[in-house]
């Protein structure tokens, strides 16, 4: 005998099939966007615990004692995956000797590629070294090599700057200074 419309034990049960596969597609399809969102969000958080890192142990005490300690604690970074710039700037206690830079505007004013492009930027302070006559200005500075910046760099590079206040000891003086680090991956 022979049964019509029959068409086997998966011909009859592919509309409930159908369904099942596409909630399948749906669940993976989520479950992949959902972990690639975590991927991306747990870089960043790395990133930015690199870049506490970096701060942590340049600025020890939040207090920079001399060129020497300062260069002994940029030797000691050892960054796998990031690239940065720390520069130790008196730009925000002492503006006035910064007249011909543009004047720090609200962060809300303030595209990120020119807070990028404006943070790394910054002179470092220069502390003396030596004793007259033979004493000379060294740059409080620390940098992983930054071959192939440009001025749009930082619009197509995800960066972060960190701002941290302390103390140098320059010629037996004391002065407030800011520890600005600006960190990249690429």
Known sequence: MLNKGFLGPIGDDLPSLIPLLFALLIFFATFSFSYSTFSQKNTGFQRDLDVLNIARVLKGTNYVSGYQAFLDSCNSLNPTNLKYRAVITNYFTATTQYLGLPDAAPKEQIEAASLGLKSYMLEPFSVTVGTPPDDEKK???????????????????????????????????????HLVVVAWTK
């Open 139 to 177: 740059p409080l500075e620390c940098r992983v090599d930054a071959s192939g910046l440009n001025p749009g760099f930082f619009s197509e590079t995800p960066f972060v700057v960190k701002i941290y206040p302390l103390v140098v000891e320059d010629d037996r003086v004391v002065k407030p200074m």
